[in-house]
C-alpha cells in the first residue's frame, strides 16, 4: 500500500456517509478497495490453507500459529477501515452536529477490540 494510499486510508466520503434513506455508505477509492480485496483474497487463501492442513491432521501448534497470522490480517484491514472511517466520516458528522457518532464509534471500537 503506497504512503498516500495510507495517510488517506482511501476513504473519502464524497458527500455524507449518512444517506438520507438510512443506508450508509462508505466511499472508497478504487485503489483501497483493490487494496483491500487483495488483503482479503490473500486472507481467504490462508484460511483454505488453514481448513487444508486440519484434514491432513497437522500437527496443532502449526494450525494455531496459521490462525495467529490470519487474524493478525484480519487486525491489520480493520484498522486501515477505522482509520479511514474516522478521517472522513467521523469528523464530517462531528462538523454537522452528529455527536452521537462518538458513541456509535466506541461501540466499533469494542467490538474490534474483543
Do not use: W
Amino acid at each position: 500500500m503506497s504512503t498516500n494510499e495510507q495517510s488517506h486510508a482511501g476513504h473519502a466520503c464524497e458527500e455524507d456517509c449518512h444517506s438520507p434513506a438510512g443506508v450508509r455508505k462508505s466511499h472508497h477509492s478504487p485503489e483501497f478497495k483493490n487494496g483491500l480485496s487483495t488483503r482479503l483474497n490473500r486472507i481467504e487463501g490462508q484460511i483454505r490453507g488453514i481448513k487444508g492442513m486440519i484434514e491432513r491432521d497437522t500437527y496443532c501448534d502449526d494450525v494455531l500459529n496459521q490462525l495467529a497470522a490470519v487474524q493478525s490480517a484480519l487486525n491489520s484491514v480493520g484498522k486501515l477501515l477505522l482509520e479511514g472511517h474516522m478521517k472522513s466520516c467521523i469528523i464530517e458528522r462531528i462538523e454537522a452536529g452528529e455527536h452521537e457518532v462518538i458513541d456509535e464509534l466506541l461501540v466499533t471500537v469494542n467490538k474490534l477490540m474483543k
